[in-house]
C-alpha cells in the first residue's frame, strides 16, 4: 500500500495561493494514479483532481483555470497548485495513490488504495 503525507495547507485570503504538497512512499510513484480530494464540513468528499502516471489529468469542472495538479516522480511527489482561492475551498484537502494500471474512473474515491492524512485549507473573505 502506498504511503502518503500532505503539507502546505494552511489560512489564506480570498483571492490568495496555496500550493499543497504530497510525499509518496512505498512502490514505484511512477506507476501511480495521484489524485486530491476535498471534504468540507457536513459535505461528502469529492474529487478535486487526478493525474496518471502518463502525466494527463483530470479536474472538477468548477476549478478548472485555478487550479492545477502536477507530479516530480524524481520527488515521489504530486502537487497542487491552487490559485484565485474562494471561501468555499475551506476544507480538508487529502492526497490519494492508486497501484492499479487501469483507473476506470480517475474521480471515484474506491479507485484509490492509499490516502494521505489530510491538511487545512482555510480561505476567509
Known amino acids: 500500500q502506498v504511503q502518503l503525507v500532505e503539507s502546505g495547507g494552511g489560512l489564506v485570503q480570498a483571492g490568495g495561493s496555496l500550493r499543497l504538497s504530497c510525499a509518496a512512499s512505498?512502490?514505484?510513484?511512477?506507476?501511480?494514479?495521484m489524485g486530491w480530494f476535498r471534504q468540507a464540513p457536513g459535505k461528502e468528499r469529492e474529487f478535486v483532481a487526478g493525474?496518471?502516471?502518463?502525466?494527463?489529468?483530470r479536474y472538477l469542472d468548477s476549478l478548472k483555470g485555478r487550479f492545477v495538479i502536477s507530479r516530480d516522480n524524481a520527488k515521489n511527489t504530486v502537487y497542487l497548485q491552487m490559485n484565485s482561492l474562494k471561501p468555499e475551498d475551506t476544507a480538508v484537502y487529502y492526497c490519494?495513490?492508486?497501484?492499479?494500471?487501469?483507473?476506470?474512473?480517475?474521480?471515484?474515491?474506491?479507485?484509490?488504495?492509499?490516502w494521505g492524512q489530510g491538511t487545512q485549507v482555510t480561505v476567509s473573505s
Open positions: 490519494a495513490g492508486s497501484r492499479k494500471p487501469t483507473i476506470m474512473n480517475i474521480r471515484a474515491p474506491g479507485e484509490y488504495d492509499g
Open positions: 512505498g512502490g514505484t510513484f511512477s506507476r501511480y494514479t
Open positions: 493525474i496518471w502516471w502518463s502525466g494527463g489529468s
